[in-house]
Each structure stands twice: as C-alpha cells, then as structure tokens.
C-alpha cells in the first residue's frame, strides 16, 4: 500500500519545494520508489515533461531528486499567471483555459476530480509519495475552494509536516496561527513541525521549541539550517532575492533583466557554477558593464518589454549591445530581441505589432497554439560567443505561444520526445555577440555552456578554465538529502510516514 506524507507551509517560500525534494531523495536512498506531487501549482518556472506537457519546475526538480521521470500527474494544475487578476490554467500538461481568479474558482470542482485522478495514477505506481501544498492553509478566504492543501491531505489520507521559515522572522507566532486557523479535523493532520533557513546555534531556540510543542500539543521534528551552496531550481521570484553572493572564484559578470513576469530563471543557475555572479535587475543604473547580459523567458513577453523600455533598461541593454557586450535573450527574451512582435490575435495584448528591441534579424508571430516540446539538437554556427562550438550537443525544452523567423539560425533541432525532427532554432548578429533561442535549459548543456563561458573570457582577457566533467546534479541533491536527514527526526518521520492519519 502505498504511503503518503505532505509538506505544507506557514506561507509561501518558507521552503516546501525544497523539503518536498529533500524527502524524496532521502526516500530514494532508502530504497523506496518515490515521487514528488503537487496537485495545484501557481508557477511561472515551468518544465515540459516526456510526454510533451507542461508542469511546475519545481515538481520536476524534485522529480530529479527522487531519480525518476517528471510526469503531468506529478503536478495536474498549473496557473501561470498573466496579470494581477488572470491565470493560463494548464491541466494535465496543456492549456485548458485562461479565467480571472474570479471565474477560476468556478472550475475548482472539476479540476479537483482530475488532481484525484493523477493521485491515483501515482498511488499505483509508486511506494511513497511526497505532496507539497501551496502558500498557507490557513488562508481564510481561499479556505472554502483550495485544492491544494488540506483539502489535499484529507483527500490523500496524508499526515502532514508544517514548515515556517524562521530566517523571516515570526515562525513562532505563524505555527500557533495556523494551528489556530484550522479546524480540528485539519489540526489532527498536523503531526509535526519544521523550522526551516535557521542561522546560528539551534540550542538557543529550544525554549521556544518547547513552547510551540506545549501550546499546540504538536512536536517539532528539526531545525533546517540556512545554506547557500547548494543549487536547485526555485519557483518563488522571492528566490531571486535571497540569492547567494558572488564566489570568491567568480571572474564573469552576468546581468540578467528581471522583467515582472520573467519566468524559468532558474536557466541561469549553472553560470554560477561555472564561475559567474549573477546580478538581476530592474534599473538601468544597476547594468553596469557585464560580461554578458541576459533577458529571460517572460510569461507576458508584449507587456514585460514595454515594462522594460518604461524603466529605461532596455535603452540600456541597446546602447551595450551596440558597443560590443554580448546580450543572449531566452524564449520571451529571444522574442523581444527582434526586430517586430506581430500578435494578429491579441494572445498577449491589446496590440497588433510590437516593435523590438532590433538587436537581431527576427520576427515573431504570436500563435493561440503553445509549444511545449523536450529538444536535442547541435550547434551549427561558430561566430563570437560560438567560436569553437559547432557540432556541440544542446538539449532543453521549448515552451512559447509564438513562432519566430529570422534568416540566421545558429542552432538546429534533430529530436524531440516524439522522435526525430528537422527544423532550426534560435538567431544570432552579425558578430555573433547577440543570439536568441526558445531553448530553456540551454545552458545545461555542457559543452555549450564551457564554452561560451571561455570565450567570454577571452574577450575579457581572462584564462580559460578547464572542466573535466559536466555538472554533477547528484551531489546537490545528496548535499540536501544530508542536510536534512542531519537536521530532522527521520525516525520519527518514517513513524508518522508509517502510520498514516489514523494514529
């Protein structure tokens, strides 16, 4: 019989993804068949699974972790949002609707029926599986119609785990509210606690830790230490916040424009590694003079450059890309770095053409249609930032609404999930200082992303650096697997894992 555990949260970012992840990776180690599940998620990080859908990029991260193959039914749900009050609903890995969040909670019934039916489709498949809720379950006014938390847990017959964040500030105050804010029957589910993102030293908090288990009758299962050196994928934009400083070992400067809606930011992550500073940002006067600026995937392309021509940067970005610095623009990025953004059916907005920011030879037609397709291809171009990489190997996945010509592909498509294909991606100048591409995850790929980083630094008159292996995702998640495993009650976890909710 398959057992089930669920993460939620005193709030959004406290952490869940990353205990979801942590979790499954202990499980895996232990000898289980895990998998990761989150039935509604409100994401604009977004992955394409095998079977060509579309999910959370944190449910795929976790999925990672487990050491299986994402899958649709591992998150049913996904609303990208497109403003403050309008959501894309993706159900099953493909549009569905686009609603305002007035008419979304008409859906709910519905939608909660088909979350039922991937919790089925994993409860057969799998030995243990890890649910992550979303934001808080204590949220009065989306209590009624959530279908992501406790309604979840009730559905799942799953204990749950209640994670804060105590590096915020308040963690003690949020339990007790919580706990207060559910109803018995939702207080029973409560087995447990987690204080995640501690600093310091732990014995300091066990009063504290006492009083919470006094007052609520619950027991705290562990402290999760705050950590900066283990990278995952993120969901939260507050991520881009509390990002870690610059390595010690960093010699490129990499500016990325943090538009709104920038979405899959975590495409960047392994620049970091390689011995970049990553910088996000929202004013000109923060551009300075990279090495490499990088636009990245937006879920509302038209609006996020007209945000970015408001602000003033991408005056910025233009003025350096025509004084040399190379710029590499991502999915929506990639768009905007066009010449024209034609949108005949308004998917995006209330205009017919866009002008954009005319840094390559492209032109993009927006389509009701979304793409959303895994990729392998090869380099086929070697000018500037591609010097020395034709016939390097590239794979991601593709996921944009519009479609884009240009007479300069600098990359070629061979296969997708489907089987074999034929058709060319990206744009790149004259020079070779400015390429576009609707490839997410891009900069996984090994031998592209080495070598794009040494001939940056040739242009800046750095050495280059030799790599001897691509990057090891497996000692991130061992890392976090360690940390956690250290810092919990694992026996008591496996106890509540075990029993279920009728204990």
């Not at 840094?359 to 090869?378: H, N, P, S």
């Amino acid at each position: 019989m398959t057992k089930i555990i669920m993460i939620q949260g005193t709030s959004s970012n406290v952490g869940k993804s990353v205990l979801v992840a942590a979790l499954c990776r202990i499980f895996k180690q232990d000898g289980y068949k895990v998998a990761p599940f989150k039935g509604q998620n409100m994401a604009l990080n977004a992955f394409v699974t095998p079977e060509g859908g579309e999910i959370g990029r944190a449910q795929a991260m976790q999925a990672e972790a487990a050491g299986i193959a994402p899958s649709i039914h591992m998150n049913p749900v996904l609303l990208k949002p497109e403003s403050n009050s309008r959501a894309q609903i993706v159900l099953h890995g493909k549009v569905y609707d686009t609603t305002s969040a007035k008419e979304y909670y008409q859906h709910t019934m519905f939608l909660l029926e088909k979350v039922k039916e991937s919790l089925d489709y994993l409860r057969e498949r799998y030995d243990v599986i890890v649910i992550e809720g979303a934001g808080s379950p204590a949220e009065i006014n989306l209590k009624a119609r959530e279908i992501a938390n406790m309604r979840i847990a009730k559905l799942a017959k799953s204990p749950v785990l209640l994670a804060g964040d105590i590096d915020r500030g308040g963690v003690y105050a949020s339990f007790v509210g919580t706990m207060e804010i559910l109803d018995e029957e939702e207080r029973k589910l409560v087995k447990g606690f987690i204080i995640n993102k501690f600093r310091g030293d732990v014995s300091l908090i066990k009063d504290a830790n006492d009083y919470l288990e006094n007052r609520t009758k619950v027991p705290v299962l562990g402290v999760v230490p705050f950590y900066r050196d283990i990278l995952l994928a993120q969901e939260d934009s507050v991520y881009l916040d509390e990002r870690h400083d610059a390595s010690a070992e960093a010699d490129l400067d990499i500016a990325i424009i943090r538009s709104p809606r920038i979405s899959n930011y975590d495409d960047f992550d392994a620049l970091a590694e390689d011995g970049a500073h990553l910088r996000y940002i929202t004013r000109p006067d923060e551009l300075g003079n990279p090495d490499l600026i990088i636009i990245p995937g937006s879920k509302t392309t038209v609006p996020d450059l007209q945000a970015i021509r408001q602000s003033g940067v991408a005056d910025a970005v233009i003025k350096k890309a025509k004084a040399g610095t190379p710029v590499f623009g991502a999915c929506g990025g990639y768009q905007m770095l066009g010449k024209v953004i034609h949108d005949p059916d308004h998917v995006e907005s209330d205009h017919d053409t866009v002008e954009g920011l005319g840094l390559i030879d492209a032109e993009t037609t927006f389509a009701r249609e979304k793409a959303t397709t895994q990729v392998k291809g090869v380099i086929t171009d070697d000018r500037g930032l591609l010097a020395g990489l034709k016939g390097e190997v590239l794979t991601g996945y593709e996921i944009h609404m519009g479609r884009t010509v240009s007479p300069h592909h600098p990359f070629h498509i061979n296969e997708t999930q489907e089987g074999p294909a034929d058709y060319v991606d990206g744009s790149i100048n004259e020079s070779g200082t400015v390429i576009g591409s609707y490839i997410h995850g891009i900069f996984l790929s090994h031998g592209f992303r080495r070598g794009l980083m040494n001939n940056l630094r040739k242009r800046k008159g750095l050495p280059e650096r030799v790599y001897d292996a691509p990057l090891d995702k497996d000692k991130h998640y061992d890392a976090l697997a360690d940390l956690v495993r250290s810092s919990l009650d694992m026996e008591a976890v496996y106890r509540i894992l075990d029993e279920g909710v009728e204990a």
